[in-house]
């Protein structure tokens, strides 16, 4: 079992054993991009800049997917946190028509990277669904299907829903997904290092040197690079980056049905916080997983509190069996509500930065990949 940076273990955690990289890197070697971080972000973007003809080692201060790849929900979707009304209104349509279309060539990426690589993660498509419960729900409802038909998705309204929930509207977005997070993280490792690629785990970064090239310091030596990518959340240090991003808590459960209706794609309602609901089938046996009761960190509330209302809000609607996971995971919000993918703010040259992902994590990982793919090809 891998350990995680939480007291609680998550689904995608339990039974998973460590990475083992089989490549150990080279002190002496100059590399192309040093990625710091390895969760679903890093692996991603080191896999693709090594297949591009680049070097490159990932630094991971713990196991791979210690972090919030390890503690996800992994829902891959186009139908995003922040709504298409939003981007419109901050970004104007075409730019909200790129996000549309960028985050589903992230999800294409991520299945074709499933079949390329043959990676049993329980990749599935699936439809999301999401549904109002008041007359000032339904209305913003109506907003964001004209919005997200605006960007191009495939959307239409729905009357009914694939989880027996009371509701005044619904709509159905095609084109998503799901899988298991862990396993598909661990064979993009694979293929990273079957491509050349080196993996350092266990091994926190100290300090970074920018003079005439990079200078990573690290507790197991210094590594020498042309390029640096922070797939970490945030960067150490202080940087103007932390002032754009906030960081929140979401709390998830996994269960079994006494009535075996598990629920084949993704919904979502339209509280704040809101609630999200997929399945996912591990070694055969299915798991119901719900989500929600986000927290600022360190507001001062209490996380058994959360768990509670959960529980609550899963027993008044589904027909549990045993719950027999719950975990919470932290992610970073960012002030527009789009993640920052490029230039690390103050280092305008060769030292870059993911984050602020919002509760779309799985699908901006691979968006974050194929930019900086692009920045660094």
Not at 54 to 83: Q, R, W, Y
């Amino acid at each position: 079992m891998i350990q995680r940076d939480g007291s609680c273990i998550s689904l995608w955690q339990d039974q998973i054993p460590v990475y083992h990289p089989s490549n150990d890197p080279d002190i002496q070697t100059i590399y192309d991009v040093v990625i710091v971080g390895g969760g679903i972000t890093g692996v991603s973007t080191a896999l693709l800049l090594q297949k591009a003809g680049k070097k490159c080692l990932v630094i991971e201060s713990n196991n791979l997917c210690f972090g919030t790849s390890g503690g996800t929900t992994a829902h891959l979707n186009t139908l995003l946190d922040t709504p298409y009304t939003t981007i419109i209104k901050n970004f104007g349509k075409e730019n909200a028509q790129l996000v549309a279309a960028v985050t589903a060539e992230a999800i294409d990426l991520i299945r074709s990277n499933v079949a390329d690589y043959n990676i049993e993660c329980g990749f599935e498509d699936a439809s999301a669904y999401l549904f109002s419960q008041t007359k000032d729900q339904t209305e913003e409802l109506d907003d964001i299907y004209e919005a997200c038909r605006e960007v191009g998705l495939d959307v239409s309204y729905n009357l009914s829903l694939p989880v027996s929930i009371e509701f005044e509207k619904a709509i159905e977005v095609r084109g998503q997904a799901k899988f298991h997070p862990v396993k598909y993280v661990y064979a993009l490792a694979k293929a990273f290092e079957d491509a050349g690629g080196a993996i350092l785990q266990h091994t926190r970064v100290n300090g970074v040197e920018d003079n005439e090239g990079i200078t990573v310091e690290t507790e197991n030596g210094n590594f020498r690079a042309a390029n640096l990518i922070y797939a970490t959340h945030t960067p150490p240090g202080v940087n103007s980056i932390h002032l754009r991003i906030e960081p929140w808590r979401s709390y998830a459960m996994a269960f079994t049905l006494r009535n075996k209706k598990y629920v084949q794609d993704l919904v979502y309602d339209m509280y704040d916080p809101y609630h999200y609901i997929r399945t996912q089938r591990i070694e055969g046996k299915e798991y119901m997983i719900v989500g929600g009761e986000d927290q600022k960190t360190g507001d001062g509330s209490n996380s058994e509190a959360s768990f509670l209302r959960l529980e609550s809000y899963i027993r008044k609607y589904f027909n549990v069996d045993k719950i027999l996971f719950k975990w919470s995971s932290q992610y970073f919000e960012a002030a527009d509500g789009l993640p920052y993918i490029g230039h690390l703010p103050g280092h305008p040259g060769n030292i870059f930065v993911a984050s602020g992902y919002g509760g779309n994590g799985m699908a901006y990982s691979s968006v974050a990949a194929l930019l900086l793919r692009r920045r660094r090809h």
